[in-house]
């Protein structure tokens, strides 16, 4: 074995042992998780509310608020991320304009996620007096999202050949029904990718909710969406560092854990789901 071919092997070894490293400590944490939180789960803790100072009780509040939260952004998020993407790919000059925005978005990305909490705070709580409520937490996470919306769009119509437009084009459609009839199908298993992980980066989010909806004990069920609500990342938060009795919370601070990781999976599982769906709808016509 040469010299170069030893180096080859070498390096492999090391990524092969570094990926490996990754997934152990996954499956370290879902085990861990799992073995504290297990013994928790059932259908009271389910379907109840929390009672005796959250020592007891269940969770249904909190697992409502959370789809509450999710739907709501991902209404704000999924039309508006997908529209500025088809904007910036399809129809903006390729200028510096463009690239402005593009950097702009992407530096939205890494903003901590506190400052979009103080920022809806500002703007959705105060300014415009939607209070602490759901519109506000769904309008505050829909902006977390949206950046990673915005770009998974861009990026998926931009991996899209052109022919596929010059064709329809050629065929007497408007850029409009090119868009809409040709493109967007084309590009949606990447875009509902995109929007399922922006989901579930912002079901698990605290700091947003914290100061825009979230409520430290809410045993019932919010009716509109000016109410506050209970959402799972905030009880776990909240049972794991500032309650009564941590020896009798902790085991449920860990079923709470567990049901945030079930939602998580489910909505990935979703995500493939669809993606697949549409790959075969894609492949069929």
């Known amino acids: 074995?040469?010299?170069k071919h030893f180096s080859q092997n070498i390096a492999f070894g090391l990524f092969r042992l570094?990926?490996?490293?990754?997934?152990l400590t996954l499956f370290?944490?879902?085990f861990f998780?799992?073995?504290?939180?297990i013994g928790v789960?059932?259908?009271?803790?389910?379907?109840?509310?929390p009672t005796d100072g959250m020592t007891a009780?269940?969770?249904?509040?909190?697992?409502?608020?959370?789809?509450?939260?999710?739907?709501?952004?991902?209404?704000?998020?999924?039309?508006?991320g997908v529209m500025s993407g088809i904007y910036m790919n399809e129809y903006a000059s390729k200028g510096w304009v463009v690239r402005f925005i593009r950097m702009m978005t992407n530096n939205l990305s890494g903003i901590p996620s506190i400052v979009f909490g103080l920022f809806g705070m500002a703007l959705f709580v105060n300014w415009m007096d939607f209070g602490d409520s759901i519109l506000a937490g769904s309008l505050t996470l829909g902006l977390l999202a949206l950046p990673l919306v915005i770009r998974t769009t861009e990026e998926a119509?931009?991996?899209?050949?052109?022919?596929?437009?010059?064709?329809?084009?050629?065929?007497?459609?408007?850029?409009?029904?090119?868009?809409?009839?040709?493109?967007?199908p084309m590009g949606m298993p990447n875009i509902i990718t995109g929007l399922i992980l922006a989901l579930g980066r912002v079901s698990g989010e605290t700091a947003p909710i914290l100061f825009t909806c979230a409520a430290y004990f809410l045993p019932q069920l919010p009716e509109s969406i000016f109410d506050q609500c209970m959402a799972l990342p905030y009880h776990l938060y909240v049972i794991s560092t500032s309650g009564t009795d941590i020896d009798a919370q902790l085991p449920i601070a860990y079923g709470t854990a567990l049901v945030l990781i079930v939602i998580i999976l489910f909505v990935n599982l979703l995500a493939n789901a669809l993606r697949k769906y549409f790959e075969n709808k894609i492949k069929s016509n």
Do not use: C
């Open 1 to 3: 074995m040469n010299k």
């Open 18 to 23: 570094l990926s490996l490293s990754v997934v």
């Open 28 to 30: 370290a944490i879902l």
């Open 33 to 37: 998780i799992i073995y504290k939180g």
């Open 41 to 49: 789960i059932n259908w009271n803790f389910l379907t109840t509310a």
């Open 57 to 80: 009780g269940g969770i249904w509040p909190a697992i409502v608020g959370t789809f509450y939260l999710m739907v709501g952004s991902a209404l704000f998020a999924f039309p508006v």
């Open 157 to 184: 119509l931009k991996a899209i050949p052109d022919s596929m437009r010059e064709g329809s084009r050629a065929l007497g459609a408007t850029k409009l029904q090119t868009i809409w009839h040709v493109i967007l």
